[in-house]
């Protein structure tokens, strides 16, 4: 088995078996404006909104989970068949293992089941410095019909992580250079360490997705991988909480994918009332998928959208845009 295939199918495990959450999203510090007297029918709360172009029925991500390995395959379509139905987002794992290799394409494919959800590609940021560029991309989104591409950014993860690639010089213009460039929207993604407006400010891509603090932590699933648990806990609580990191990029301009210890529909409810456009979740699917298959995640994801209602209809609020300004910090 290719190394990049095993990291794959062990990522997977340590993430199911292993405590590898860290820090807070800082959730617990907002709080949304109760009406007592909402004025609303509970039946007509709306949960739609606009990404990128495309209509979801409610603002959910389901964000990158695998692929790259056999046992990928059956995550992805399992879980993006829960997506066609519930007609919320959903992103494959990074495909450098299939742009290094044709045969693991079909590990990410899941059009055939999914035709209409909202499908984000997705390649490491730091490998255009290792001889991905343009063209890479290019292949990633057309390779699963993509609508968007994630370029994830992990400077931490890839120090922690034994076969890590640890040069990021230079990639603010290539990054910029491929959003330009690339007929898709290009999606900045950090992975547990969070964006903050000085770094969002100097790129020209589609779209930011947080990934702050407070959910999977990537220094101690590399660290549990690496033997280094030691340094992994030492920097578990590295990075920009969740709600600092929508609170900063709020005020761009562009959507913002509030991801990093969402675990519940009232985190979602705070994070757009802070200004994000839609919420990711990983770990928590993942973990509905092991439990009970696209049944599990079908109901763990009917639960985060009924509570994001029942927080919506408690804060007066009949649509998504109308939560905006209804937060505020403990």
């Given at each position: ?124 940021a730091v490998q255009l410095n290792y001889g991905l560029g343009v ?154 998928w092991e439990e009970g298959r696209t049944k599990g995640v079908e ?32």
């Amino acid at each position: 088995m290719r190394k990049i295939n095993h990291r794959k199918l062990e990522h997977i495990r340590i993430c199911l078996t292993e405590e590898v959450e860290a820090g807070s999203p800082g959730f617990e510090k907002v709080r949304l404006a109760h009406d007592a007297l909402p004025e609303l029918d509970f039946d007509e709360i709306d949960t739609s909104c606009e990404f990128l172009g495309k209509t979801l029925d409610s603002p959910i991500i389901i964000e990158a989970l695998t692929g790259g390995a056999d046992e990928s395959k059956e995550i992805n379509q399992d879980i993006a068949r829960v997506a066609q139905k519930l007609n919320v987002g959903f992103s494959v794992g990074s495909q450098r293992a299939a742009i290094e290799d044709a045969a693991l394409e079909q590990t990410y494919k899941v059009r055939d089941v999914a035709p209409d959800i909202f499908l984000i590609a997705n390649l490491g940021a730091v490998q255009l410095n290792y001889g991905l560029g343009v063209a890479e991309c290019e292949r990633a989104v057309e390779m699963i019909s993509a609508d968007a591409i994630a370029l994830h950014v992990n400077p931490l993860q890839e120090l922690i992580q034994a076969e890590g690639n640890r040069n990021f010089k230079g990639l603010v213009g290539k990054i910029n250079g491929v959003a330009k460039k690339i007929k898709s929207p290009v999606i900045l993604k950090e992975v547990g360490c969070g964006i903050s407006r000085e770094t969002a400010r100097k790129l020209k891509v589609s779209a930011y997705d947080v990934g702050g603090l407070g959910g999977t932590n990537w220094a101690l699933v590399e660290g549990i991988r690496s033997g280094r648990q030691d340094t992994g806990r030492v920097f578990s609580t590295w990075g920009i909480p969740t709600v600092e990191s929508v609170i900063e990029l709020s005020g761009l301009e562009k959507p913002v994918i509030a991801s990093g210890g969402v675990r519940s529909g009232l985190d979602a409810a705070k994070a757009i009332a802070l200004g994000a456009s839609c919420v990711g979740i990983a770990l928590p699917v993942l973990k509905a998928w092991e439990e009970g298959r696209t049944k599990g995640v079908e109901c763990y994801l009917e639960r985060i959208v009924e509570e994001l209602k029942i927080s919506m209809f408690l804060s007066g609020a009949r649509k998504i845009g109308d939560l905006s300004g209804k937060a505020s910090l403990n």
